[in-house]
Nanobody
Framework: QVQLVESGGRLVQAGGSLRLACAAS????????FGWYRQAPGKQRELVAV???????TYTDSVKGRFTVSRDDTRDMVYLQMNSLKVEDTGIYYC????????WGQGTPVTVSS
């Protein structure tokens, strides 16, 4: 059974940086998509960034130029480097993986203070 475990979320000041990591277990094959969603208080969950097996990436417009998603299939890991953080980046960040079906982590909280 596939499990995704996130780490790295914490309180940070606006303008700061964070690096989130997600470790996958229970998968024998690389994921077609691997990446991150987030859910801000009172809002729906939204895509932040995903990276396909071939390396192509997709970002939501609000994080382009500030966030970088990367994956290491030798370690079954996906990362999210977040720079120039804004208060509106606050939320629960969920690791996401897709291979036939969707898999989700439990989430890690990111709080950006002004």
């Amino acid at each position: 059974q596939v499990q995704l475990v996130e780490s790295g979320g914490r309180l940070v000041q606006a303008g700061g940086s964070l690096r989130l990591a997600c470790a996958a277990s229970g998968s024998n094959f690389a994921f077609k998509l691997f990446g991150w969603y987030r859910q801000a208080p009172g809002k729906q969950r939204e895509l932040v960034a995903v990276v396909a097996y071939g390396g192509s990436t997709t970002y939501t417009d609000s994080v382009k130029g500030r966030f970088t998603v990367s994956r290491d299939d030798t370690r079954d890991m996906v990362y999210l480097q977040m720079n120039s953080l804004k208060v509106e980046d606050t939320g629960i960040y969920y690791c996401y993986a897709q291979r036939g079906e969707d898999y989700w982590g439990q989430g890690t909280p990111v709080t950006v203070s002004s």
